[in-house]
């Protein structure tokens, strides 16, 4: 008995166990061999194709040595094309830079010179809005004129004036005339009889139709309709009663306008004012037809001055005829003494030519026989 660990073990169990362990043992190594011979035999397939594999390496080894060789080649040939690649665009850069500078340069001149002329054309405004501003204080004052009766009065009598004295000449007409009732009109016209003198009334009343051309609705403008109405007809009237005198004016006076704007509004829509003014012989004129009416009273006047000098020019043409008549018997005269003068030049002539043969004998020395002179020779009679 062996004691072991505290076990009591007999020698026989402790041999089966050593055999049964050695038993085991030598199963291991058989197995292991067998599995060593078995591990040999499926390895020969791998060896081989480990031997396959390094094959393969290799020429992956060579072709990575080509690709290598290639990529350089690739590389060179990328770096050479960047090259002229950077070159053409450096160029073309350049190029479009020149080119850029170019119109830069047209662009700031024609710049330069746009801003010139919008310069002076700013000068030309700046001008113009003084004109302007000048030309509305200037309304704003013929306002404040028109605004009030007598300077509105003394406004169209400088325009009438203005137009009579370039229409007619200076001993036609006068200026604030005053006539036998002790009414003065504005300007009258010494036309002959008939018609006779004509009164020109400038003293328009613009109230109503300021308030007619500032009206804002239909009521304001019926308003001042009436009110247009009101001052016209009244106004007609007074012209009438004032500068149409028997035996002493014309048979008719003119109503002047200051303004052409009124005489269109009076025609357009208030034509029953100018029927109105035909009927009490007032005649309604705007500067324009005013010209016209009074050149035409210019060739009444040039006309009646002929009549008038009518004597004096048939006495005229009378002298004139005489004194044609007086030049034609002179220029007779003179005619007759011109063809007496041109027979005594003749008849010197053939004395000289005769003079001249008997000096043209005599320079000869001959002493031959001189002829006898011809019957018709007449001897030349000494001047007186």
Same mark, same amino acid.
């Given at each position: 008995?062996?004691?072991?660990?505290?076990? @009591?073990?007999?020698?026989?169990?402790?041999?089966?166990?050593?055999?049964?362990?050695?038993?085991? &043992?030598?199963?291991?190594?058989?197995?292991?061999?067998?599995?060593? $011979? %078995?591990?040999?035999?499926?390895?020969? *397939?791998?060896?081989?194709?480990?031997?396959?594999?390094?094959?393969?390496?290799?020429?992956?080894?060579?072709?990575?040595?080509?690709?290598?060789?290639?990529?350089?080649?690739?590389?060179?040939? @990328?770096?050479?094309?960047?090259?002229?690649?950077?070159?053409?665009?450096?160029?073309?850069?350049?190029?479009?830079?020149?080119?850029?500078?170019?119109?830069?340069?047209?662009?700031?001149?024609?710049?330069?010179?746009?801003?010139? !002329?919008?310069?002076? %054309?700013?000068? $030309?405004?700046?001008?113009?809005?003084?004109?302007?501003? +000048?030309?509305?204080?200037?309304?704003?004052?013929?306002?404040?004129?028109?605004?009030?009766?007598?300077?509105?009065?003394?406004?169209?009598?400088?325009?009438?004036?203005?137009?009579?004295?370039?229409?007619?000449?200076?001993?036609?007409?006068?200026? @604030?005339?005053?006539? /036998?009732?002790?009414? %003065?009109?504005?300007?009258?016209?010494?036309?002959?009889?008939? *018609?006779?003198?004509?009164? #020109?009334?400038?003293?328009?009343?613009?109230?109503?139709?300021?308030?007619? %051309?500032?009206? !804002?609705?239909?009521?304001?403008?019926? !308003? $001042?309709?009436?009110?247009?109405?009101?001052? &016209?007809?009244?106004?007609?009237?007074?012209?009438?009663?004032?500068?149409?005198?028997?035996?002493?004016?014309?048979?008719?006076?003119?109503?002047?306008?200051?303004?052409?704007?009124?005489?269109?509004?009076?025609?357009?829509?208030?034509?029953?004012?100018?029927?109105?003014?035909?009927?009490? +012989?007032?005649?309604?004129?705007?500067?324009?037809?005013?010209?016209?009416?009074?050149?035409?009273?210019?060739? #009444?006047?040039?006309?009646?001055?002929? =009549?008038?000098?009518?004597?004096?020019?048939? =006495?005229?043409?009378?002298?004139?005829?005489?004194?044609?008549?007086?030049?034609?018997?002179?220029?007779?005269?003179?005619?007759?003494?011109?063809? @007496?003068?041109?027979?005594? &030049? /003749?008849?010197?002539?053939?004395? $000289?030519?005769?003079?001249?043969? =008997?000096?043209?004998?005599?320079?000869?020395?001959?002493?031959?026989?001189?002829?006898? !002179?011809?019957?018709?020779?007449?001897?030349?009679?000494?001047?007186?």
């Amino acid at each position: 008995m062996i004691e072991l660990a505290g076990y @009591q073990i007999a020698e026989l169990h402790l041999l089966v166990a050593g055999l049964v362990l050695l038993f085991v &043992i030598l199963f291991m190594l058989f197995m292991g061999m067998r599995s060593a $011979a %078995r591990s040999a035999r499926m390895t020969e *397939p791998l060896v081989h194709q480990l031997g396959n594999l390094g094959v393969r390496v290799q020429q992956l080894s060579d072709g990575q040595q080509q690709l290598a060789g290639g990529l350089t080649h690739v590389s060179e040939a @990328q770096a050479a094309s960047q090259a002229n690649m950077l070159q053409l665009m450096e160029k073309r850069l350049a190029d479009v830079s020149g080119k850029v500078n170019e119109n830069l340069t047209g662009s700031a001149q024609s710049t330069a010179k746009s801003l010139g !002329e919008l310069q002076a %054309r700013l000068i $030309a405004i700046d001008k113009a809005q003084d004109n302007i501003t +000048k030309l509305s204080g200037d309304v704003l004052s013929l306002q404040d004129i028109l605004s009030n009766k007598q300077t509105r009065g003394a406004f169209g009598e400088i325009q009438l004036t203005d137009i009579v004295t370039k229409a007619l000449p200076s001993d036609s007409y006068t200026m @604030q005339a005053t006539l /036998s009732n002790g009414k %003065r009109a504005d300007c009258l016209i010494h036309l002959p009889n008939p *018609p006779g003198p004509i009164a #020109i009334d400038a003293k328009f009343p613009l109230e109503a139709y300021e308030a007619l %051309r500032r009206a !804002e609705n239909d009521w304001q403008v019926n !308003e $001042a309709a009436k009110m247009l109405r009101v001052s &016209i007809k009244k106004h007609i009237k007074d012209i009438s009663e004032k500068y149409i005198l028997d035996g002493e004016t014309a048979d008719g006076a003119l109503m002047f306008l200051p303004s052409e704007a009124i005489y269109a509004e009076l025609h357009a829509n208030f034509p029953e004012l100018v029927r109105e003014g035909f009927a009490a +012989k007032v005649w309604i004129v705007s500067p324009t037809t005013c010209m016209a009416t009074l050149n035409t009273m210019r060739a #009444i006047l040039k006309d009646a001055r002929m =009549r008038e000098q009518a004597g004096a020019i048939r =006495r005229e043409l009378g002298l004139l005829f005489a004194d044609v008549d007086r030049l034609g018997n002179r220029v007779e005269n003179l005619d007759r003494h011109f063809h @007496q003068a041109a027979k005594d &030049i /003749s008849d010197i002539k053939v004395s $000289a030519d005769k003079a001249g043969r =008997r000096a043209k004998r005599l320079d000869n020395f001959d002493f031959e026989e001189l002829a006898p !002179e011809p019957p018709n020779v007449v001897p030349i009679k000494a001047p007186e």
